[in-house]
């Protein structure tokens, strides 16, 4: 069972603290239990749930199928935009896709760059199921995603909501510090298995990886991050991202609810919440699918329209020309430069300014500027809207 371990709150600095937050007292820390390795007992309610979840991803999978590469930068972006929306940083997919190509941006933007570098590292090096998930994979993960913080789990009490800066107004403690080392090491194990519905692991170890909280900062990204590859090694989906972060985001009350009846032992609450997240989720991204097809035509017929308009022969271009090579990828690739033109596609750089202009000039593509108003980049700005997956 879990338990409750008692410490004494005193601030070590004060300076600028209310008088509530300054005042020293005792708190519970809560302390899980470990997971082992089996999946637990639920009720036939929630195997049923997370059974129907899984049987909608395989069918997501299977509907996207080669596509799925194509779509995954949108779904990513959409994930990362949300992961982080939650955590009130809020950032619009074309201010991300500019500051992730461009190296350069608000910090805001920057953070969710930092965010989508995590998701992308936990889906390439953690889906591996011949390789253990491991608590450094994990540190390494979080690291990603607060750089600017010393790699590594943290070493003092933290706590979570409350209305100031203190565990004695905290919604939550989470594991006192000296409880880590056993606990990620349980929870690293766990995450690693594959037996039994991959979505009720998945489900379980998000939870308990929010229940010890063992960073400073970046809790909340990094164990949804953990989230894909748990299901990714598990083959409940193979090349699609699900948006579940855009699920959560789009109703954090519902989501926090979850995470606390999980840690009052009520895993069947959860289990059934997270596997409805992950039905819609899938929805999300076979709906997306078909959104970025129906722009991919749009686009087409507005270069086409826009060549015949200046008598431009022939008016579809040869299927090597870099301008068409530009748009078959765009949904893939919404943010471009001639450089990374040129680069990509293996042609000059007069060859590829010219393909983006004639494309900006169609109406395909954006051009965006800096404040001296200066060409920094092209955008898809159409495809990158379909990220905005939390704000529809």
């Known amino acids: 069972m879990p338990t409750y371990v008692e410490r004494f709150w005193h601030a070590d600095d004060a300076g600028g603290l209310a008088r509530a937050d300054r005042k020293p007292g005792s708190y519970r820390a809560y302390i899980p ?228 009846a999980f840690r009052r032992g009520d895993l069947d609450s959860w289990v059934l919440g997270f596997s409805r997240a992950v039905e819609t989720a899938a929805g999300y991204a076979v709906r997306l699918a078909a959104e970025a097809g129906r722009v991919d035509e749009q686009c087409l017929e507005d270069l086409l329209t826009h060549r015949r308009r200046r008598g431009v022969s022939p008016v579809v271009p040869r299927s090597d020309s870099v301008v068409l090579r530009i748009l078959d990828g765009l949904a893939a690739n919404p943010v471009l430069t001639a450089e990374l033109v040129a680069q990509r596609f293996g042609c000059g750089s007069t060859a590829a300014h010219r393909a983006l202009t004639d494309l900006a000039d169609a109406g395909v593509l954006g051009r965006s500027k800096d404040p001296k108003g200066r060409l920094v980049c092209w955008t898809a700005d159409r495809h990158l809207a379909l990220a905005r997956l939390t704000e529809r």
């Open 33 to 260: 239990d470990e997971l082992g390795d089996a999946l637990p007992g639920l009720s036939a309610e929630a195997t049923d749930a997370a059974a129907d979840a899984l049987a909608v991803l395989a069918r997501a999978d299977e509907r996207i199928g080669a596509g799925a590469d194509y779509l995954n930068y949108l779904l990513l972006h959409s994930e990362s935009i949300s992961s982080s929306w939650i955590e009130g940083k809020q950032i619009s997919p074309k201010r991300l896709a500019v500051a992730e190509v461009l190296n350069h941006g608000s910090r805001a933007a920057l953070e969710v760059v930092a965010n989508v570098r995590a998701t992308t590292e936990a889906l390439g090096s953690l889906s591996d199921r011949s390789l253990p998930i491991t608590v450094d994979a994990i540190v390494r993960l979080q690291h990603l995603i607060e750089p600017r913080l010393t790699a590594g789990v943290r070493t003092t009490q933290n706590w979570v909501g409350g209305p100031g800066w203190s565990p004695l107004r905290a919604d939550f403690v989470p594991p006192p510090e000296s409880e880590l080392p056993r606990l990620l090491a349980d929870l690293a194990a766990f995450a690693s298995a594959t037996a039994g519905n991959p979505v009720v692991r998945a489900a379980i170890a998000h939870a308990q990886f929010e229940t010890i909280h063992p960073f400073i900062d970046g809790n909340g990204r990094t164990g949804r991050a953990l989230i894909h590859p748990i299901l990714r090694r598990a083959d409940a989906v193979r090349g699609t991202l699900i948006p579940i972060s855009t699920v959560f985001a789009a109703d954090p009350d519902t989501y926090i609810a979850g995470l606390t």
